[in-house]
């Protein structure tokens, strides 16, 4: 992680004024808090401890996590906290987090920095996974054997002899870098081979060079599993066990293709790419927008143009989250936990528009976001109706992107100061960099722009780091640019004003506000190499708010003792807009929640009268029912009793799934919009979302009056928990096999059945009620469903045909992932998703196996009713969840 050297200390240790060696080994008993800007006498207390401590194998278990915080607050040395954690918190969900390529030359120049690197990433408990190559090790032993070394289109030709000395050289560079690793207690596992399957390039050309067609993950993901950093050689077998020399970022394209990671990244000695012309660095590179402009760039030619074009290859293989970094060891700490980042960043982003009306935009669209987004028509204050009305007195421009993940809105009359009146974003605008863009694209067009957001703004930061200059009167704070002059300043706003295109509140502007506005700015606009969230995060993670600023909601849970709720607490412990307000246990009434750090929450025993008058003071914005089935009710008539309650309940029992008067909350399959104006949601079962979500695109090609067939297994945490939070279904009680129960006439049979029936066409010709067959198991693992499904068809189909119905169905679903392979249940379990995959066909085309998997803890219960909420609060629907 960060790049330390005796000889030459990263900007790390220079900020912090640490040694760059004891960096990997501070004390746990040092004071965590004087480490962030650490005085004289706090230095040399750290430099003491560190000479006391200079082996991580050495530290006792229980000092890990405090090591890890010590560590994380020397981080916030180059970053803010909020910048630092947020990235920790996008980085640590992830299903892989980085692939690393090291080029040969930082092996041989760069080791100690790039070894420090890898094991701070590791003490934060990140496992990135290394690959690299042995150019220039590989020329000068060639050269010594009187071997001339020799290309074509850039490819090294290899003979036998290069291949036997490009072995040797492969075995010791890598070890040379996990015995680095190791001494510095971080553990590593040398992977030299069985990862990369291949054929020959063109054996007469090229000689013994591959070309990649398998990469086996399995030993990658052994060693994560142990606990170590896997380093891979570049170097690939053919199916005969025939080994090939493979190019080194050929091989990290073809392990990203096949891993998926949040985060590529190009270790190279100049850190980054750089314009031909000006020299600058260039900080992102957005390929969906800028990619055809910049490969016409005359400088941008040979190896630039091939890096650039191998790199958009690999990212169009790739989920939109993921992105390349190109950088040095030495900064890796930086462009990992900033969002000014330190290399270059590459990714796919978005093409931008523009528009200058809403009808160009969509309007539908258009309303969907602003209803989502924008604080005055969320709060109730205005309607769609009413805002886009005052649109449209005056000329305007409409900016964003295809997604609608961002939307900006300038007015800007004949003659008159532009001014921002609306910029929407969602939390996947933020962290994909979307919202920097639009702000490019408005700099572009406009020389001066005014705009205002409530003092508060919990997002504040980010335009004060775009304006040039501002002032703030009655809890709104004016930004603008383009205007240095105070006179013309007062002029312009009282011109705004006169013509109600800002609030009054903004004039008169006393001295003391022109001298804020003149010698507080931002001269210039966005500070070159500034980019917001250097990283996306898919879930996934990834927990910053949009731009429009959503005031905190309380939420109290009724029933937090079990699995669902723990999970439950965990999630609102990271939600941004969401708040945990009341907790109801009878059995841990009185004692602390865990696992809940925004503030102190004590469990209560909440009767109904309780909650009737919590409702009635409005104290809760939402209430979560997390009990058993047939236990709420007497609890939901308390709410419901109170007159203009205006509260929100989602139930997680079964009790109101069948109830029409509740709407049910599985969003993917049935209307958003219904669960955004409801205030009574019923939760959908765990096996029942799995049935629904892999039946729902065949059922136009059910065969009539056929019964589909679900096979499901469970793990021993769906059956919940009894007295004193225990199990009650144990793996030992399963003896190491499966369990059937409920074999006929489960709840989720029938629940499935009755809300698929919804979907069916008007012209089904189905003669009776549509049904569905379910067998459930439990099995001894922990969490995580898999069902099978076998459905019988009316037509003859193809399985392609059957994967393209899943893939046009659940397009752009973000909690939906569909896959060409069986998903596994190991896979699924911690995840807030739901894959489906493994399609197949029977040879008479008449009958088809589709495999799906979620958490039934997560998807299938927590993340699915905090998807509600977030949708009925009129919140972004995926903040607070992790997008896997």
């Not at 040979?302 to 690999?314: F, H, N, S, V, W």
């Not at 990834?542 to 723990?566: E, F, N, P």
Request: proline content about 4%; overall charge positive; hydrophobic content about 35%.
């Amino acid at each position: 992680m960060l790049a330390r050297s005796r000889t030459a200390a990263s900007q790390l240790c220079r900020r912090a004024n640490v040694p760059a060696r004891s960096l990997v080994s501070v004390s746990s008993s040092s004071s965590a808090a004087g480490l962030v800007k650490p005085s004289s006498s706090s230095t040399t207390s750290i430099q003491k401890i560190s000479q006391q401590s200079r082996s991580l194998t050495s530290r006792r278990a229980d000092k890990v996590d405090t090591d890890r915080e010590t560590i994380v607050r020397l981080l916030y040395s180059i970053g803010s906290k909020k910048e630092v954690e947020r990235y920790l918190r996008i980085f640590s969900t992830a299903n892989k987090f980085a692939v690393i390529k090291v080029g040969g030359a930082i092996l041989t120049q760069e080791l100690e920095e790039l070894s420090l690197s890898l094991a701070f990433l590791n003490r934060v408990g990140l496992y990135p996974i290394i690959l690299h190559g042995m150019g220039p090790q590989l020329n000068e032993l060639l050269e010594q054997a009187g071997v001339v070394p020799d290309y074509i289109d850039g490819i090294r030709i290899t003979d036998a002899k290069t291949l036997e000395i490009a072995r040797k050289v492969f075995m010791e560079e890598n070890l040379k870098l996990v015995d680095a690793l190791e001494r510095l207690g971080t553990r590593a596992r040398p992977i030299t081979d069985g990862v990369f399957g291949a054929n020959y390039l063109d054996k007469e050309k090229y000689g013994f060079v591959g070309k990649i067609n398998k990469v086996n993950k399995e030993p990658i993901e052994a060693a994560i599993r142990a606990g170590c950093l896997p380093i891979l050689t570049s170097m690939a077998e053919t199916p005969d066990g025939q080994l090939l020399n493979v190019n080194a970022d050929v091989a990290a394209g073809e392990l990203s293709k096949v891993l998926e990671p949040l985060k590529i990244v190009y270790l190279n000695e100049k850190g980054g790419l750089y314009h031909g012309v000006t020299g600058e660095k260039l900080s992102v590179i957005n390929l969906d927008e800028e990619y055809e402009g910049l490969m016409k760039e005359p400088w941008v030619k040979y190896g630039t143009k091939l890096k650039i074009r191998e790199i958009k290859d690999l990212l169009d293989h790739l989920p939109r989250s993921s992105s390349v970094a190109i950088i040095s060891p030495q900064s890796l700490q930086k462009e990992l936990f900033t969002d000014s980042g330190a290399g270059t960043l590459i990714r796919r982003g978005y093409k931008l528009y523009k528009r200058d009306s809403i009808e160009g935009v969509g309007t539908d669209r258009l309303r969907l976001v602003f209803q989502e987004r924008d604080p005055e028509i969320v709060s109730g204050g205005k309607t769609v109706a009413e805002v886009f009305g005052e649109l449209k007195k005056t000329p305007y421009t409409i900016y964003g992107d295809e997604p609608f993940d961002v939307v900006a809105v300038v007015s800007h009359p004949e003659g008159e100061v532009p001014i921002l009146t609306k910029l929407l974003a969602s939390r996947t605008g933020v962290l994909n960099a979307v919202l920097d863009n639009v702000w490019t694209s408005l700099r572009k067009d406009y020389k001066r722009l005014f705009w205002t957001i409530k003092a508060d703004d919990e997002n504040k930061a980010w335009h004060f780091e775009r304006a040039e200059g501002s002032f703030t009167r009655n809890g709104r704070t004016l930004f603008y640019y383009g205007v240095h002059d105070c006179t013309e300043l007062e002029k312009i706003v009282k011109q705004l004003e006169e013509k109600g295109r800002i609030e009054r509140a903004y004039l008169p502007i006393s001295q003391a506000a022109r001298v804020q506005a003149i010698h507080s700015p931002r001269l210039g606009g966005t500070p070159s190499g500034t980019r917001s969230f250097s990283t996306s995060a898919r879930s996934r993670a990834q927990h910053a708010s949009s731009s429009s600023s959503t005031a905190t909601k309380k939420v109290a849970l009724i029933g937090a003792r079990g699995y669902t709720g723990s999970n439950l607490v965990s999630l609102l412990n990271t939600h941004p807009n969401l708040e945990l307000s009341h907790v109801s246990s009878r059995e841990l009434a009185g004692q602390k929640l865990q696992g809940y750090n925004k503030s102190e929450v004590i469990y209560q025993n909440l009767a109904a009268k309780d909650i009737q008058k919590l409702e009635e003071t409005g104290e809760v914005d939402a209430w979560i029912m997390a009990l058993p089935n047939g236990v709420c009710k007497p609890f939901v008539d308390a709410i419901d009793s109170v007159k203009g309650g205006k509260s929100v309940i989602v139930d997680l029992s079964a009790d109101y799934r069948f109830e029409k008067e509740w709407t049910y909350g599985l969003p993917e399959l049935y209307s958003r919009d219904a669960i955004r104006k409801s205030t009574r949601i019923s939760n959908p079962g765990c096996y029942s979302t799995n049935t629904q979500l892999i039946l729902a695109p065949l059922l136009p090609y059910i065969k009539a009056d056929s019964q589909p067939t679900i096979f499901g297994v469970s793990g021993y945490s769906g059956a919940g928990t009894k007295s004193g939070n225990t199990p009650k279904i144990t793996p030992e009680s399963l003896r190491g096999g499966i369990k059937p129960y409920s074999l006929t006439d489960h709840i989720h049979e029938r629940e499935a059945a009755y809300h698929l029936a919804n979907l069916l066409p008007s012209t089904s010709s189905h003669t009776v009620p549509f049904s569905v067959g379910f067998i459930p198991h439990v099995a001894p693992w922990f969490q995580g469903i898999i069902s099978t499904a076998s459905i019988h068809l009316k037509d003859t189909m193809r399985a392609e045909d059957v994967r393209k119905l899943y893939e046009e169905m659940y397009k752009g679903e973000k909690l939906l992932k569909i896959q060409k392979e069986v998903p596994e249940v190991a896979d699924a379990s911690g995840k807030h998703g739901w894959t489906v995959g493994g399609f197949q066909v029977h040879s008479s085309g008449k009958r088809a196996v589709v495999v799906a998997t979620l958490d039934n803890l997560l998807k299938g219960a927590a993340t699915q009713c905090l998807h509600n909420i977030n949708l009925s609060l009129g919140l972004d629907e995926y903040a607070g969840i992790p997008l896997d």
